[in-house]
């Protein structure tokens, strides 16, 4: 498999440096709301490349941390008038029901902030003990300088990064480049912890050092996250990792594209700003999960209406040809024709596509067409029938490549119908039978409403959901 790694500008192969088990670390989200449809982007990207490696037969571990101390968080609870472990354990159940809606699996291991405390601290007291730190009034900063490498993730220079930087009225730094490891405790009433430079917390970046070396080791094989993350969040973790292990810190970078909503910047200040959990009233969370594949992760993605609704057609033709080939197994009889075993042996075809697609850097927008291009092969094959061990064989495949997608894992989507529901269409069925026209067309409109069509095949009657 390809990867495009920001630390090198290309294409590379992908050599996992133990083959037995492949290291991923993702940023996670900073548990104080819902996460919106920006975050999700890593995170169902990120899910869809495990799921890719595991598919090809790797073993992943993968880390998602959550940032379950921070000044959002310490914020909303003084709104709220709680503890701030309060609102982070309340967001991080809420992260896993809205993952679990867009079929993101669950991280080998969730670390948070609040349970590597003592790891924390251990961290940037060795980078202290190196000099690369130093410690004012209970603070402790980052010397950035002393890392020689620092800017080559982002690919700037440490001359145009200083002409950007500039010390804040109150900030206790010696240059303006250091960022802070350690913060020491401004009121009584914020949480903190016990440390050699007295009561206080850790800085964003040493979190994600520190929890990635913990679970994973000194060098790991992916570290992935938004765009947005690469600098500083990610040049500092290279810079804390690598001053402290004296090796490299990840051997391949992946980062995700921006998603601007109708072509603008998403932003709180400009109201177009969407929580998972909103959209997810409108919309499944596979929709969400097709929509986010549909493009290349690298790429810039637009959330309109007009895409959603695109996502949406896109998933109903996946779902549509899946519930057409329960509908053949559950009606149809009998072992495949020669004809038919040759026909199923092609569709290797478009597994292979798919397999090209996701090998060249995750490229789930080809691996989708590919998909589109079996489904169309499937319906051409079962136009006039087939027999039931065909419909199997091809429902097989049509699974075994939405899963690595994550698409088409909802059950109740295309296999439940409600009581209800069936009882309009038996009573349908009836209707026709009695030469009823009327009645019969008058509940076919009624389900027509109600987003289902129907579909009478050789078979008997089909139920299709929008
Ligand atoms: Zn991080």
Redesign the pocket.
């Known amino acids: 498999m390809k990867i495009y790694n920001t630390l090198t500008r290309k294409k590379e192969e992908f050599v996992p440096i133990d083959k037995n088990e492949i290291k991923i670390?993702v940023?996670?989200p900073t548990v104080y709301n819902y996460f919106h449809i920006g975050n999700a982007r890593p995170f169902v990207v990120f899910d869809t490349l495990r799921k890719y490696l595991e598919y090809r037969g790797e073993n992943v571990k993968f880390v998602q941390?959550f940032?379950d101390v921070d000044d959002k968080i310490i914020n909303k609870a003084r709104e709220e008038g709680v503890a701030a472990g309060e609102v982070s354990e309340k967001y991080i159940e809420e992260y896993y029901k809205d993952a679990a809606a867009l079929n993101v699996k669950k991280a080998s291991v969730h670390p948070k902030v609040t349970e590597n405390m003592d790891q924390i601290i251990a961290f940037v007291k060795d980078l202290v003990d190196l000099g690369y730190a130093y410690e004012v009034d209970g603070d402790v900063y980052y010397s950035t300088r002393k890392f020689k490498d620092y800017g080559k993730l982002s690919g700037q220079n440490i001359e145009d990064l200083e002409s950007g930087a500039r010390i804040e009225v109150g900030d206790k730094k010696k240059d303006p480049l250091d960022f802070a490891l350690w913060k020491a405790r401004k009121t009584d009433d914020e949480i903190a912890w016990e440390s050699p430079w007295g009561m206080g917390r850790p800085g964003?970046?040493i979190?994600?050092s520190t929890m990635?070396k913990r679970y994973l080791g000194d060098t790991i094989d992916i570290?992935a996250?938004g765009q947005d993350?690469t600098f500083p969040?990610?040049e500092n973790?290279v810079a804390q990792s690598e001053a402290h292990s004296g090796k490299q810190f990840a051997n391949y970078w992946m980062h995700n594209g921006y998603i601007t909503i109708d072509n603008e910047k998403m932003s709180k200040s400009k109201g177009n700003f969407f929580t998972v959990r909103d959209i997810l009233k409108d919309y499944d969370g596979e929709v969400i999960r097709f929509f986010l594949l549909s493009g290349h992760y690298r790429n810039p993605i637009n959330f309109s209406d007009t895409l959603m609704e695109q996502a949406k057609n896109g998933l109903a033709r996946m779902q549509n040809a899946k519930s057409n080939l329960k509908h053949l197994i559950s009606t149809c009889e009998g072992a495949m024709t020669e004809e038919e075993k040759k026909t199923i042996e092609g569709f290797d075809k478009y597994r292979q596509e798919f397999i090209t697609a996701m090998d060249d850097d995750l490229n789930t927008a080809d691996a989708i067409s590919a998909v589109f291009e079996l489904i169309t092969a499937i319906n051409t094959a079962v136009k006039d029938g087939a027999s039931k061990e065909f419909a199997e064989k091809a429902l097989e495949i049509l699974m075994e490549l939405t899963a690595v997608l994550g698409l088409l894992q909802h059950d109740e989507e295309e296999g439940g119908i409600d009581d209800d529901i069936q009882a309009l269409v038996d009573e349908r069925q009836e209707a026709r039978k009695n030469k009823n026209f009327a009645r019969a067309d008058e509940i076919r409109d009624m389900l027509k409403e109600r987003g289902i069509t129907l579909k009478d095949t050789p078979q008997g009657v089909q139920i299709i959901k929008e």
């Open positions: 670390y940023c996670g941390n940032t964003w970046h979190e994600c990635s570290h996250g993350l969040h990610h973790e």
